[in-house]
């Protein structure tokens, strides 16, 4: 029972580099999410899809990109990137578009 | 501007007795609200909803209250057990509501000393 899973749990990356979060879901969901989760903050929103082959803008999405070419996967991807950054990334995704989300364990990145 | 606001940063109590995590907003049009818990290293469960046109649903040990009028809503568990040490966010959504539309707070610190 795999639900989403998230690789890789952490990375370290060097200011400038590039890297890809791989969010997997087995549940059939339509919509999928990325979120990052900073100290003392709540979760937020960078992209979502609302089913294959659909991306859109969340609430902090500047240097991200994200693609759903299959509907089980979510890429996220910093194509520069940059200590602010540092954050706990996590993936869910749901059945509706209004309800129960399930969530990733989460990716740890660091850009030094 | 923070539109959902969870105040108080951490909450002890003891076991079996009653745990009441609270949340304020401030968009009128926030209509559908929810409470996830996390465990450290994990991510995010859900734990109970309520949509605006009720003012409590209750499921099992954990119940939630909204009061529309003074814009909180409240989560009691009772009793509280030490499992149910993690953090607590509240999130809301307006307008008929969409996953995409969520609004967390900051989140509470739950500890629960046996």
């Known amino acids: 029972n795999a639900g989403v899973t998230q690789t890789p749990k952490f990375r370290v990356l060097k200011t400038g580099q590039s890297m890809t979060l791989l969010c997997a879901q087995d549940m059939n969901h339509e919509y999928m999410y990325w979120y990052r989760q900073d100290p003392g903050m709540g979760l937020r929103l960078i992209h979502y899809s609302v089913g294959e082959g659909t991306t859109a803008k969340g609430e902090v999405p500047d240097g991200y990109n994200v693609s759903r070419l299959k509907k089980q996967n979510f890429l996220l991807g910093l194509e520069s990137a940059a200590p602010s950054q540092t954050s706990v990334y996590f993936c869910?995704?749901?059945?509706?578009?209004?309800?129960?989300?399930?969530f990733g364990e989460g990716s740890r990145l660091t850009v030094l | 501007d923070q539109q959902v606001k969870q105040n108080s940063p951490s909450l002890s109590v003891q076991e079996g007795r009653i745990s009441i995590l609270n949340c304020d907003y401030t968009n009128s049009m926030f209509d559908y609200f929810l409470w996830y818990k996390k465990y450290p290293a994990e991510g995010p469960t859900f734990l109970i909803s309520i949509s605006s046109i009720k003012d409590k649903n209750e499921d099992g040990r954990f119940t939630v209250f909204l009061n529309k009028s003074a814009k909180h809503l409240s989560l009691h568990i009772v009793p509280s057990q030490p499992g149910d040490s993690a953090v607590y966010f509240c999130a809301a959504s307006a307008g008929g509501g969409s996953n995409y539309k969520l609004t967390f707070g900051k989140g509470t610190l739950l500890t629960v000393n046996p």
């Open positions: 869910a995704s749901s059945w509706l578009a209004l309800g129960e989300l399930f």
